[in-house]
């Protein structure tokens, strides 16, 4: 039966995308991973306003793998041994050495520009379909007690550019059924102002809601329990960047990874405990986590492992060779646990229309 899949699910299932991006710089891979997040996409995208921003996440990606092939055109591109064509040098100062304009461009540099930038393209890409996906309002159901001024900012500034978008369309459509005919430029001012008004009206809009729901209303609130939890929070958030630090880092002591890691959390999940009975709060209908939820969510996380465990064993098919130069390989396993991504298509319910 169509309806709305929990918020969580979709975005586990879109950071296990992500993260699986940013273990390759292959290019065979990382297409395929885009296909997977577009295919998911336009089987189970809903009508609703923020459903419409996955094609501005793509056209974000498009210009961010454009900016990092320019950005090797400009600042040296011709380290390697294939040089395709020659550009005039401008000649820097002394104290810029090691800096470089223009000058020969190589294939292997302007390669490397583009796997780098289709990585992170394929990493915004599936975040934004995670906002076209889940539902950025009902996900503040799941934030704790603790963060939910917070992670009301955040959903505020997540649903900025569907609302964007929405009306963009909704002045465009105006527009068409005025008889406008204006391209280009002209076309471009006379819709610049009408969405920035709207964009204004629906925070002046949503302000006053909030306002009148006693939004950040938490009445008298007593120091210590205050202070205890503020240094819990932080002294936990410290505790799992060290920690982080730790792991990632080899030659670091062992005691500042695994432990500093596991009292960073502790302490951390404490002050949000803590935190959140000072924080009265009640949910309407709230969302369940189901089967689908559950299946959707580990499809994103098998992704992710089946990448990162590959990386742990052939990390040469995730990473094409750009010295020397040479085709990038398609191997079963990672493309299998990309694919597995492409599984939500089915295991997810449809989404209701709201329209």
Known sequence: MPRTLHPGAWWLWALGLATAASRTTNPLLLALILAVAGFVVANRRGDAPWA????????????????????????????????????????????AAGIRL???????????????GLRLATMVVCLGAANALANPKRMLKAVPSALYEIGAAVVVALSVAPQLIESVL???????????????????RAIVIPVLTDALDRSLALAAAMDS?????????????????????????????VGVYGLLDGTAPRYLGGPVLAGGLALAIAGFVLGGRRVPRTV?????????????????????????????????????????????????????????GAA????????????
Do not use: H
């Not at 992704?303 to 465990?309: G, K, P, Q, R």
């Open 284 to 340: 309407y209908r709230p969302d369940r986590w189901r089967a689908p939820e559950l299946l959707v969510a580990a499809c994103g996380i098998g992704t992710a492992a089946v990448l990162f465990i590959t990386s742990q064993v052939d990390a040469a098919n995730l990473y094409p060779s750009l010295n020397p130069l040479a085709w990038p390989e398609f191997a079963a396993l990672p493309a299998l646990g990309v694919l597995l």
């Open 213 to 241: 729901r006693g939004y950040g209303r938490t009445g008298t609130r007593q120091r210590g329990p205050r202070l205890l939890t503020g240094f819990l929070v932080i002294g936990g958030l410290a505790g799992i960047c």
């Open 102 to 116: 223009f000058g020969p461009v190589a294939a292997e540099q302007l390669l490397g520009g583009f796997y780098d």
């Open 170 to 188: 909704r002045v465009r459509r105006a527009r068409r059924l005025r008889g406008g005919a204006q391209k280009g430029m002209k076309a471009l």
């Open 52 to 95: 419409l921003a996955f094609r501005m996440y793509v056209l974000l990606g498009a210009v961010i793998v454009f900016s990092r092939v320019v950005f090797r055109i400009i600042f040296g591109g011709g380290q390697g041994e294939i040089v395709l064509f020659t550009l005039p040098q401008i000649p820097l100062p002394e104290w």
């Open 344 to 355: 939500p298509a089915v295991l997810a319910p449809p989404p209701p229309e709201t329209t």
